[in-house]
C-alpha cells in the first residue's frame, strides 16, 4: 500500500469574483494499492478549506469541504484492463459564492458536477 499526502499552502489570501478563485489551504491525500496481482484500488481526498470573502461590499464566507473518489482497476491479462470508479463518492455540494462565475460558485475550487461514475477499458499492444 502506498499513501501520499499532499499539502498545498499558498502565501496569497483567497480570491473569489469574476477573476477566479483558490483556497489559501488545501490537502490532498491518496491511498493506493494493490489488493491481488491483477487489481489495484485506489482512495483519493481533496480537503479544500473555508474562505472569508467579500463582494461588492457585501461579506461572506464558506465551509471547509471535502472531496472522496475510489476507483478500481483490473488486468484482465497482459493486454487488457478494465478501470472504474466513483469521483466526490458522497455528492458534496459546491459552495455559494456571491459573485462566483458560474452557477453561484467558482469552478476552479469545487466540484460543480457532482457524484460521477466511470469504466473505461484499455489495450496495450
Not at 22 to 42: A, P
Not at 48 to 74: C, L, P, Q, W
Not at 75 to 80: K, Y
Amino acid at each position: 500500500m502506498i499513501v501520499k499526502f499532499t499539502p498545498t499552502i499558498p502565501t496569497t489570501p483567497a480570491l473569489f469574483g469574476n477573476i477566479g478563485g483558490y483556497s489559501d489551504v488545501k490537502y490532498n491525500l491518496s491511498v493506493y494499492g494493490d489488493v491481488t496481482e491483477d487489481l489495484t484500488v485506489l482512495y483519493s481526498a481533496q480537503f479544500i478549506r473555508g474562505m472569508d470573502g467579500e463582494y461588492y461590499g457585501e461579506k461572506f464566507s464558506t465551509d471547509n469541504v471535502i472531496y472522496h473518489n475510489v476507483s478500481a482497476s483490473y488486468h484482465i491479462n497482459d493486454q487488457w484492463a478494465v478501470n472504474g470508479g466513483v469521483k466526490n463518492v458522497f455528492d458534496a455540494e459546491p459552495e455559494e459564492v456571491l459573485g462566483g462565475n458560474d452557477m453561484g460558485t467558482v469552478p476552479s475550487i469545487y466540484d460543480v458536477v457532482g457524484r460521477n461514475m466511470f469504466i473505461s477499458a484499455s489495450y496495450n499492444f
